[in-house]
C-alpha cells in the first residue's frame, strides 16, 4: 500500500506531537518509525489507525484521502497497539475467527501459514483458552494468528521489541512481517531500539519534536552505527 | 479567531490542562443546582397542608439518607477500585497511611454536598414561605452534612446477628421511594389535593425514626432528637478517628486478590452470577484440550469453536430473535459488545413471573381486601409496580452500546473498545437499533396483557392504554440514534476545527433537541401516568422525533466522516 502524509499535523492542548508532517511510504517496505519518549510515534500510529483525526493535513492510502469512517480503506489496514487488542472474554479461536470476519477474510485461505505460526509459537495447545488468561507475550503470538487470517496492506505496529515476546515470537514476528511486505503490503512499526531498527527494516524514519529528523535506508543507518561508538545516540537525535 | 477562542492563546496562556477541571466543575455546579432544584421541587409537593406532618420530615431525612448511601458507595469505591489506591497498595505505604489518604480524599470530595445539605435545611425551615432563619439554615445544613458523614462512617455497624444499619436504611429508603411514587401519583390524580390518607403520615412517622437525618434536621436542641444526634455524631467522630487503622490492618492482611481485576472494571450490563460461572466453566473446562486430533485442521477447528461461541441456538428466544434480524457482520458485532449470554429471555422471565404475582395479588386485593384498603390506594400500586417490573425486566435500555464505547480492557491508549477495528459508527447504531427493534417487541408482548389487564382491574380505557404504550414503545425506538449519539459523543474528543463549524453544528443539535422536547418530555416522562390519548402520541410528533433523532447522529457522523473527531475514552 502506497501512504502519502501531507502537511499532517497533531496538536493536544499547547503541546505539538506532529508538526506538517509529509513522508511518501512506498508499498512493499517495512519502516521503523524511531524517536525519543514523547517524540509522537504513537501518535503517528493512531493517525495512521484512524484512532485520531489530524488537526491539519491528510493521509492519503493508494490516492484515497483516508478518514476513520471508510471502512473500505480500514479492511486493508490493521492496528497494534502497545498491547494487542483482543477479546478477553473469548477464546483466541473465536478471536482469531472474529477478526477474520470483521475484515472480510477467509481462514480457509491462510490454512497452511496459520497451523505453522500457531505450532511455531506454541500457541495451539492454547486455542480454547480465554486470551484474558494470556500472559502479554502469548497474547502478542496470538495476535499475530490474526493478522494472519487478516493478511492486512498496512500493519502498523506499536513497540513489538518490547512486546514481552521471547526469541520464538520475535522471529516469527520478523517472518510474518517480511512475508506480507513481499506480498506487496507495508508494514509500519515503532521502536527505540536503533540497532533493531537499522537490522530489520527497510527505511529509518526518525521523529523528533513532531518533525522527521531522518530518513533513512536501513543499511545507511547501519553504517552510522557501525562508525561512531555514539551512532545510536546520534541516529535517535536525527543528527546525522 | 477561532482557535483563539477554543484552543488558542488565551487557554494556552492559563494552561490548557485546567480546563477539563473548570468544564468538570462547571459539571458539577450544574447537577448540584439541578438536585436543588429538584429537592425544592419535592419541597413544594410537601406544601402548606403537609408541612407539620411526619410526611415532611420522612421526604427530606430520605433526601440526605439517598445522598448518604451513594456516599457510602463512593468511600467503597476509593478503598476497592480507586487508581491511586491500587498504586499505595503496590507501594511500601503502611496500610495505616493508605486508610489515611482514602478518609482525607473521601472528606475533600464530601464538602461539595454542603450546599446540598443547606437545600435540604432551608426546604424543611423556611419553604415555600421563603422565612427561613438564614443562620438556623445554614447551621442545619451542617449538621445533616456531619450526620451524614456519621452515618457513612456508621454503615457497617452490626446491630446484632447479621443486621447492619445501612440494611435499615435501605428498607427506609425502599419505602421513601414507594411513597414518593405515590404521592406523585396523587398529585397527578387529584390537582389541588390538600391532604394525604391517613395512613401515609402514620406510617411516615415510625419510620423517619429509622433514618438519621430525621433527628438533626431540627437544627436546635429538640429533645430526644438531640440526644440521639449528639450519639450519632460521637459514634461517628469515633469511626472517623478509627478508620485508618481498621482499613489498614484490612489493607495490610490483603493478598493480590483484594486488588479488583481490570477485566471486571467498565462493565455496564452484569451477567447473572449463574451465567458467568457457566461461561468460564465452559471455557476452563475445553482449555489444553485442542488438538484433540493431530490429523483434524487448526482451521476446522477454529470455525467449530467460533461457531459454537457464536450459536444462538443455546440462547433463549430474545436473543435468538434478536439474531434473526441481523446479518452475520452484526451478530459477530453483537457478540463481541455484548457478555457471553446476555440474559435478555432470562430477564423477561422473570419479569413475567413477578408480573403475574403482582397482578394476582392486586386482583385478590381488590376482591377480598376492600373493607380496609380503597381502591384509590390500591390504583397506583396496581399501575407502577407490575410495570415497573416490566420495565426493569423487559425494557431495552443501553443494548450493549457502553460496552462498545468504553476503555479497552487493557490497552494503555484510552482507546474505546471499537476504535481499533474497522466498526464505524454507523454498525453500531445498525446493531443497537435491531437489537431495540426485537427486544422492544418482547417487551411489549409482556407489557400490552399486563396492561390490559390492569385497565380491567381499574376501568379504564384499553384501547387508549395500548395506544400509549405503543406510542412510548415507538418513541423509545426511534430515539436510538440520539442515545448512540450520546455514547460515541462521551468517548470521542472534538478536534481543533473553525468556531463557525461548530456553533453552526451544536446550533443545529440544539433545534432539533428542542423538536423533540414534547415527545421526550411530555411523552417519555409522564407518559406512564396519563392514560388519556395526548398530542405527543400523534405519529407526526412521532416522526418528527425520529427524524430528530437520526439527524443528530447523523451529524456526528458526518464530522466523523470529516476527520474532526479523535476516539479517546474519557
Redesign the interface.
Known amino acids: 500500500m502506497h501512504i502519502e502524509l501531507n502537511d499532517l499535523s497533531k496538536?493536544f492542548?499547547?503541546t505539538v506531537a506532529l508538526d506538517q508532517m509529509n513522508l511518501n511510504v512506498p508499498p512493499s517496505s517495512i519502516i521503523a518509525v524511531l524517536g525519543e519518549n514523547g517524540a509522537g510515534k504513537?501518535t503517528l500510529l493512531?493517525l495512521l489507525?484512524g484512532?485520531?483525526?489530524?488537526?491539519d493535513g491528510l493521509i492519503r492510502y493508494d490516492g484515497q484521502v483516508f478518514?476513520?469512517?471508510?471502512?473500505e480503506l480500514?479492511?486493508r489496514l490493521l492496528?497494534t497497539?502497545?498491547?494487542p487488542?483482543m477479546?478477553?472474554?473469548?477464546?483466541i479461536?473465536?478471536n482469531?475467527?472474529?477478526f477474520a470476519?470483521?475484515?472480510g477474510t477467509s481462514?480457509?485461505d491462510?490454512?497452511l501459514m496459520?497451523?505453522r505460526l500457531?505450532d511455531e509459537t506454541g500457541i495451539?495447545?492454547?486455542?480454547?483458552?480465554?486470551a484474558?488468561?494470556l500472559s502479554r507475550g502469548q497474547l502478542w503470538k496470538a495476535f499475530m494468528a490474526c493478522v494472519t487470517v487478516v493478511n492486512p496492506e498496512l500493519w502498523l505496529v506499536d513497540e513489538p521489541f518490547a512486546s514481552g515476546m521471547d526469541v520464538i515470537g520475535m522471529g516469527v514476528f520478523r517472518r510474518l512481517a517480511r512475508r506480507l511486505a513481499d506480498e506487496g503490503g507495508t508494514i509500519i512499526y515503532t521502536t527505540q531500539m536503533v540497532d533493531l531498527a537499522a537490522g530489520f527494516s527497510d527505511h529509518v524514519c526518525v521523529l523528533r519534536q513532531g518533525r522527521i529528523a531522518l530518513w533513512e535506508t536501513s543499511a545507511r543507518v547501519s553504517e552510522i552505527i557501525a562508525k561512531a561508538p555514539e551512532g545510536q545516540e546520534q541516529v535517535l537525535r536525527g543528527l546525522c | 479567531m477561532a482557535r483563539g477562542v477554543l484552543h488558542g492563546a488565551l487557554m494556552e496562556a492559563s494552561d490548557l490542562t485546567s480546563w477539563p477541571r473548570v468544564k468538570t466543575g462547571l459539571k458539577f455546579i450544574g447537577l448540584e443546582v439541578f438536585i436543588g432544584f429538584l429537592i425544592l421541587l419535592l419541597a413544594g409537593l410537601l406544601h402548606d397542608p403537609f408541612r407539620d406532618s411526619a410526611w415532611r420530615d420522612f421526604m427530606l431525612a430520605g433526601v440526605v439518607m439517598v445522598t448518604t448511601r451513594l456516599k457510602i458507595g463512593h468511600l467503597e469505591w476509593h478503598l476497592d477500585n480507586n487508581p491511586t489506591t491500587r498504586v499505595l497498595w503496590h507501594l511500601p505505604v503502611s496500610g495505616h497511611d493508605i486508610g489515611r489518604w482514602v478518609r482525607g480524599t473521601f472528606f475533600c470530595r464530601s464538602l461539595a454536598l454542603l450546599p446540598r445539605m443547606t437545600v435540604v435545611a432551608y426546604a424543611w425551615q423556611g419553604f415555600p414561605a421563603l422565612s427561613a432563619a438564614w443562620p438556623l439554615v445554614c447551621m442545619t445544613g451542617l449538621l445533616l452534612w456531619l450526620v451524614m458523614l456519621a452515618c457513612v462512617m456508621l454503615s457497617r455497624e452490626r446491630l446484632g446477628f447479621r443486621l447492619q444499619a445501612a440494611h435499615l436504611w435501605n428498607l427506609a429508603l425502599m419505602a421513601w421511594v414507594a411513597l414518593l411514587l405515590y404521592a406523585w401519583w396523587l398529585e397527578k390524580k387529584h390537582a389541588g389535593m390538600t391532604e394525604l390518607p391517613a395512613w401515609v403520615p402514620a406510617f411516615c412517622g415510625p419510620a423517619s425514626w429509622l433514618l438519621p437525618a430525621k433527628w438533626a434536621m431540627h437544627g436546635t436542641w429538640h429533645g430526644i432528637s438531640s440526644v440521639l444526634t449528639l450519639l450519632c455524631l460521637g459514634l461517628g467522630s469515633l469511626r472517623w478517628w478509627q478508620f485508618p487503622p481498621r482499613v489498614g490492618a484490612i489493607l495490610d492482611q490483603a493478598t493480590v486478590d483484594f486488588i479488583p481485576d481490570e477485566e471486571t472494571q467498565n462493565e455496564d450490563e452484569t451477567p447473572d452470577e449463574n451465567e458467568l460461572s457457566g461461561s468460564a466453566e465452559s471455557l476452563s473446562d475445553t482449555a489444553e484440550q485442542f488438538p484433540p486430533d493431530k490429523t483434524g485442521s487448526v482451521t476446522d477447528h477454529i470455525r467449530l469453536t467460533a461457531a459454537q461461541e457464536a450459536s444462538p441456538d443455546h440462547r433463549g428466544w430474545v436473543e435468538r430473535l434478536a439474531f434473526a434480524l441481523l446479518d452475520d457482520r452484526q451478530r459477530m458485532l453483537v457478540l463481541l459488545l455484548t457478555d457471553h449470554s446476555p440474559g435478555w429471555t432470562i430477564k423477561w422471565r422473570r419479569g413475567a413471573l413477578l408480573a403475574a404475582l403482582l397482578l394476582s395479588i392486586g386482583a385478590l386485593l381488590q376482591k377480598f381486601g376492600a373493607v380496609w384498603i380503597s381502591l384509590e390506594t390500591l390504583e397506583p400500586w396496581l399501575w407502577i409496580i407490575p410495570l415497573g417490573v416490566v420495565g426493569v425486566h423487559a425494557f431495552p435500555i443501553s443494548n450493549s452500546i457502553p460496552a462498545a464505547t468504553t476503555l479497552w480492557p487493557l490497552a494503555s491508549r484510552g482507546m474505546p473498545f471499537f476504535a481499533g477495528l474497522p466498526v464505524s459508527a454507523r454498525d453500531l447504531l445498525g446493531v443497537s437499533t435491531r437489537i431495540t427493534i426485537a427486544r422492544m417487541a418482547a417487551c411489549l408482548l409482556l407489557a400490552a396483557p399486563v396492561l390490559t389487564i390492569e385497565c380491567l382491574l381499574l376501568g379504564s380505557s384499553v384501547p387508549a392504554s395500548l395506544l400509549t404504550l405503543l406510542a412510548f414503545a415507538t418513541a423509545w425506538t426511534s430515539m436510538r440514534p440520539l442515545f448512540i449519539y450520546y455514547r460515541l459523543q462521551q468517548s470521542s474528543r472534538a478536534v481543533r476545527t473553525h468556531l463557525f463549524g461548530l456553533v453552526f453544528c451544536h446550533f443545529l443539535i440544539l433545534v432539533l433537541g428542542v423538536s423533540m422536547l414534547p415527545v421526550m418530555i411530555v411523552g417519555v416522562v409522564s407518559s406512564p401516568s396519563i392514560l388519556e390519548n395526548q398530542p405527543w402520541q400523534s405519529p407526526l410528533c412521532l416522526l418528527i422525533t425520529a427524524l430528530a433523532a437520526r439527524s443528530i447522529f447523523g451529524l456526528f457522523h458526518w464530522r466523523a466522516r470529516a476527520r474532526k473527531i479523535d476516539w479517546v475514552s474519557q
Open positions: 496538536r492542548g499547547s504513537s493512531s489507525a484512532v485520531l483525526a489530524p488537526d478518514s476513520r469512517e471508510k471502512l480500514r479492511k492496528f497497539p502497545d498491547v487488542l477479546f478477553l472474554d473469548r477464546s479461536a473465536t482469531i475467527a472474529t470476519s470483521l475484515y481462514i480457509d491462510h490454512d496459520l497451523t500457531l495451539a495447545p492454547l486455542l480454547n483458552r480465554g484474558g488468561s
